[in-house]
C-alpha cells in the first residue's frame, strides 16, 4: 500500500479500522446485556450482522491487506508459522500473519454462528425479526444452547486473539493494537 514515510506504511484501511473497534463495542454491549435489556441486545447483533456482511464483502474488494487472499493461508503455512513461533522465530507481516489470519477466518465463522442462530432464536422465542415464526419447540431449544455456546466460544477466541497480537507485538517489537488504530506500520525492509 502507499507509503506514508520513508519508514511508515499504511497497512489498515479506515473501513478495516472501523470494522474492528466498532465491532469491540458492539461484541462488549451484546455480551453483556444478554436477555435483561433484549432490544439493546437485538440491535447490537443486528449491528454486528452488517458489520459480517460489510467485513465478508471488504476481504474481496478492500485495500491490499483486507482482502482475505492476503491472509488466508494453507494449514501447512499456518502450521508452519505457529512452530516458528515457538522457537521465537516466526518472520514479521505487515498484514495479519498466518495464524492471526486463520483466527480472523474463525472468528468471522463463528460470530456468523452467534449472530444467525441469535436472530433465529428471537425468530422463536419472541415471533420477531426475519425469522419470525420460522423455528419452533425443540428446534427453538437447540438454537438457544449454540447461541449460547457460540458466544462463550467467542470469548476463547478472543483470549487468544488478544494473547497472539501482545505475542506478535513483543516478538517483532512493535505496537499491533496501535497499528489498528492508526493504520500504520514500521515497513518492512526484507
Ligand atoms: C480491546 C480488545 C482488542 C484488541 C486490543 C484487539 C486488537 C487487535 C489487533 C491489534 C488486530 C490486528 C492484528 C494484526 O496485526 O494482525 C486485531 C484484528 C482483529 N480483531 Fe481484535 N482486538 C480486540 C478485541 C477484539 C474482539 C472483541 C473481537 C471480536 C469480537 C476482535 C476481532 C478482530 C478481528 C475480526 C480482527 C481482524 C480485523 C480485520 O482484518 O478486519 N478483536 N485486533
Known amino acids: 500500500m502507499t507509503n506514508t514515510t520513508s519508514e511508515q506504511t499504511k497497512v489498515w484501511d479506515i473501513a478495516v479500522r472501523f470494522f474492528h473497534w466498532s465491532l469491540v463495542a458492539a461484541f462488549a454491549i451484546s455480551y453483556i446485556t ?35 487472499r ?23 507481516y505487515l498484514g495479519h500473519n498466518p495464524a492471526g489470519g486463520a483466527m480472523v477466518v474463525v472468528m468471522l465463522l463463528m460470530l456468523s454462528i452467534t449472530v444467525t442462530s441469535g436472530i433465529a432464536l428471537l425468530g422463536a422465542s419472541e415471533y420477531a425479526g426475519p425469522m419470525a415464526g420460522l423455528f419452533q419447540g425443540e428446534a427453538a ?3 438457544e444452547e449454540v447461541h449460547e ?19 506478535s507485538s513483543l516478538a517483532h517489537q512493535e505496537n499491533l493494537v496501535k497499528a489498528m488504530i492508526t493504520g500504520l506500520k514500521r515497513s518492512n525492509h526484507q
Open 70 to 92: 492476503d491472509f488466508v493461508y494453507s494449514p501447512s503455512a499456518i502450521i508452519d508459522y505457529l512452530r516458528k513461533s515457538l522457537r521465537f522465530q516466526s518472520p514479521r
Open 141 to 143: 431449544e437447540l438454537l
Open 149 to 167: 455456546v457460540s458466544a462463550n466460544l467467542m470469548l476463547l477466541l478472543i483470549a487468544l486473539h488478544l494473547g497472539g497480537v501482545l505475542f
Open 34 to 68: 444478554e436477555d435483561e435489556w433484549l432490544t439493546l441486545h437485538t440491535n447490537s447483533g443486528y449491528f454486528i450482522a452488517a458489520l459480517l456482511i460489510f467485513r465478508i464483502l471488504w476481504g474481496f474488494i478492500g485495500s491490499r491487506h483486507a482482502r482475505f
